[in-house]
């Protein structure tokens, strides 16, 4: 590979965040060097990074590659990015605070089988598509639409596509008995070069 045809762009969900080195097992400085890593090291780790952030900050760094006639490499990590960027993401206004505070204040006061009620009478498609104990989903959906007045499951028949259509997907196989041979070698690697202090700083940050 060479810095010369390529630039990377991350999809690693936890290589977004600055500090998290030895966790996130991120390209090391010299690697970096050679070879151009966009989406790595960009917010600290008290910040929300969301699907929709990842999408915004890869299609800038994905125009800036093609503007310097570098080909853009999705390298990684977490599927949900990937599919965002390719196959199309909806574009859900964000929640204020308050509204989040009052949901789950709703939630310890009312319990979950009340809320999954209101969701059911606000955003039945929704509702209908999640399990009645799926607290994530449900808070989420009564989180959106108490915030904007519009059931989560039309902004989810919209989506944005970000990707181009002409893009080459290379995915990887190997035995499962050697990956899993691979991740304990990676794991004492790991620990042998300071995982535990990095945690530690991390805490005390």
């Known amino acids: 590979m060479s810095g010369d045809v390529f630039e990377i762009i991350s999809s690693d969900s936890v290589q977004v965040y600055r500090y998290l080195d030895i966790g996130s097992g991120k390209p090391s400085a010299g690697d970096r060097a050679r070879v151009k890593h966009h989406c790595v090291d960009i917010v600290d780790p008290d910040c929300q990074f969301t699907a929709g952030d990842f999408c915004r900050e890869a299609s800038k760094a994905f125009s800036e590659a093609r503007g310097r006639g570098k080909v853009p490499l999705f390298v990684g990590g977490t599927g949900l990015y990937i599919d965002s960027f ?80 002409d893009t080459l997907y290379v995915g990887l196989d190997i035995d499962k008995a050697e990956l899993h041979a691979r991740i304990d070698r990676r794991v004492e690697e790991m620990m042998g070069t300071g995982f535990v202090d990095e945690v530690r700083s991390l805490r005390a940050m």
């Open 86 to 165: 390719f196959s199309g993401l909806s574009e859900i206004p964000a929640v204020e605070n308050s509204v989040r505070e009052r949901v789950r204040a709703d939630l310890e006061a009312r319990g979950l089988d009340a809320l999954y009620k209101e969701l059911v009478e606000c955003d039945r498609r929704f509702a209908e598509k999640i399990h009645h104990r799926d607290r994530q989903r449900i808070v989420r959906g009564l989180e959106v639409y108490r915030s904007t007045g519009t059931p989560l499951s039309d902004y989810f028949d919209q989506k944005t596509v970000h990707g181009p259509a």
